[in-house]
């Protein structure tokens, strides 16, 4: 990337944030790997305090991503992969981000300020789970030095996912 990159900052996402994602999130186009509909508020509720007690126990979470005005972007952070299959006790790395702030860069620098933080948490590697079909995120792990570690079909969808692996 030789752009230089956007002002991004990350907070621990906040009561109001679950409204923000819902809100952000509401669009067909960036739920499209993500079950394909906007999710409910009740969803992001439970999500942003889910992240408020991963910040609180491993000092990292999915953060709320802010532009330099404060507007919220999406969320993008780690947590504990939260499912019975797959990479179990791995930390993922990830974003959601609204789709009209797609391809200026904030999600490469917020995954890269993610990666500072985990990395000073004593996190020692991540991974990221990607549907393969989902060419923005992908150059996403490219762009932040990830190699491709497996070829997976997700369990729910049926899809195939990759997870790609980054040494801190």
Known sequence: MNRALPDV???????????AWHRVFADPDVMEFHGGRP?????????????????????FCLW???DAEGEVLGFTGAQPWPYAWGPAGQIEIGWRLGQEHWG????????????????????K?????????NARSIAVTRRLGMELAERFTVPASKTEGHRYRLAL
């Open 9 to 19: 900052r990350l907070r621990v996402p906040t009561d109001e944030d679950a409204h």
């Open 39 to 59: 999710a409910e508020l009740s969803v992001y509720e439970e999500l942003t305090a889910r992240q408020r007690r991963h910040d609180a126990e491993h000092g």
């Open 64 to 66: 709320t991503m802010v």
């Open 104 to 123: 200026k860069g904030y999600v490469t620098a917020a995954a890269l300020t993610t990666l500072e933080r985990v990395r000073s948490a004593g996190v």
């Open 125 to 133: 590697d991540v991974v990221a789970m990607v549907n393969a079909r």
